[in-house]
């Protein structure tokens, strides 16, 4: 009789608890899985939220800062850097184009970037895609705004909403900017980056909006009706940082340490790439501690397969020394039991894959619009594999626990009867 038909019936009789026992296995896989899928994940979808942008100019401080909080819109800005800086820099023999972006207000919880129409001709992203636009256009008046993506999704802005800007980073009621609004022109397509959760404005709008407004707060006794606005000049001061292409490549050291030295105020330069790279010298760390969490409960899973298959052997005694008295040498025996905890195994993976598999589906979605993280529904990496690899190899080495025991019981223990 094929050995693998004994394991099915085996496996079949005591179809609840294998099938509790491979549930276990399949939510530690899934864990593990869904851990270094998201790892995955994020990196990737961090890489290509900018592309084709050669540097990252802010004002002086650590580079992983400027670039968390420019690109990925992540944090503040300690300092701004003038306008006339930024005019210094786009004059430079080498740089091609440059988008000032100014950042510190926000409209219900979503960040609003302050920028030029530039901003939507020059933007890159994964492997220099551009930004299209689902409807409208991009803003040509003072008061114009473009919604991202997910900021149309969530909020219901289409072509012709007003929305109120408020200073800082909340939403709160007495720093809201709710005498000039704006009026949404354009919607952009969904991206998979920042731009899908951020408002953009043009720069003269951030400058009409602050008119009134110093430290912060609205000056007292001093109120700018949204009409006059067009009579002052509303050219930025200040911006909060710019994003920098050059017309060569072989250029951007150069360019760099020119921002890097600048005489009229202290400035940092960044190569985003580079930078990206140093920002996951920093979380490294937590991922491979996420991950070796991972790996332990994935390590319980299979103790408990363990632990089940051998606890299972005190019942099965008969049923083994009927296999022992038909001509099954110790070897069949132990192989038997080597193959119900492989099957176990196994199944879990599958399960584990196929529950990954959906709540990518499910939850995907809703981790990118609530907390930017990219989860996509797609078949197992060649990390994955791996891992699974490793995990059918865990189970194996596990097996062997039950099988040397089932191997040593002997004919005529199994023939005992035990009171």
Not at 3 to 16: E, F, G, K, Q, V
Not at 252 to 268: C, G, K, M
Not at 303 to 310: E, R, S
Not at 314 to 341: K, N, T
């Amino acid at each position: 009789m094929p050995l693998w038909y004994l394991t099915r019936r085996s496996i079949a009789n005591r179809a609840l608890t294998v099938a509790l026992t491979a549930l276990c296995v399949a939510l530690s896989v899934a864990l593990l899985l869904g851990v270094e899928r998201l790892r995955t994940d994020a990196r990737e979808g961090f890489a290509q939220t900018l592309s084709g942008t050669d540097l990252v100019v802010g004002a002086r401080g650590g580079a992983v800062q400027l670039l968390l909080y420019a690109v990925f819109h992540i944090g503040d800005a300690t300092s701004d850097m003038s306008w006339r800086s930024v005019q210094a820099i786009a004059g430079h023999p080498q740089v091609e184009w440059l988008v000032p972006l100014s950042l510190g207000d926000s409209h219900r919880g979503f960040r609003v970037v302050g920028t030029t129409a530039a901003f939507f001709e020059r933007y890159r992203y994964a492997d220099g895609r551009p930004l299209r636009f689902a409807s409208g256009a991009p803003f040509a008046d003072v008061f114009d705004a473009v919604v991202g993506a997910e900021v149309a999704a969530r909020l219901g802005y289409a072509a012709g909403d007003a929305i109120v800007v408020a200073h800082g980073a909340g939403d709160i009621g007495f720093a809201r900017h709710d005498d000039k609004p704006f009026t949404v022109v354009g919607v952009l397509e969904r991206t998979g980056t920042p731009v899908d959760r951020s408002v953009f404005v043009s720069l003269e709008g951030i400058g009409a909006i602050h008119l009134d407004w110093a430290g912060g707060a609205r000056m007292p006794g001093l109120n700018i009706p949204a009409g006059q606005v067009r009579r002052f000049d509303l050219t930025p001061k200040t911006v909060t940082a710019a994003l920098v292409g050059l017309k060569s490549r072989t250029a951007v050291f150069r360019v760099q340490r020119y921002v890097n030295a600048y005489a009229d105020e202290p400035l940092t330069a960044v190569l985003p790439g580079v930078t990206l790279q140093q920002l996951w010298g920093v979380v490294v760390i937590a991922e491979r501690a996420l991950l070796a969490v991972s790996a332990l409960v994935v390590l319980v899973g299979l103790a408990g397969l363990v632990a089940v298959v051998t606890a299972s052997l005190g019942e099965r005694r008969r049923e083994l020394a009927i296999l022992r008295a038909l001509g099954a040498g110790p070897r069949h025996v132990f192989a038997l039991l080597v193959l119900e905890s492989l099957a176990i195994g196994l199944a879990g993976c599958v399960l584990g894959v196929l529950a990954v598999h959906g709540a990518a589906l499910a939850l995907g979605p809703w981790l990118m619009s609530e907390h930017g993280l990219l989860m996509t529904a797609r078949a197992p990496s060649a990390n994955e594999w791996m891992l699974l690899g490793g995990v059918l190899a865990a189970t194996l080495v596990a097996s062997v626990v039950p099988g040397v025991r089932a191997y040593r019981q002997s004919l005529a223990d199994g023939m005992t009867i035990r009171v």
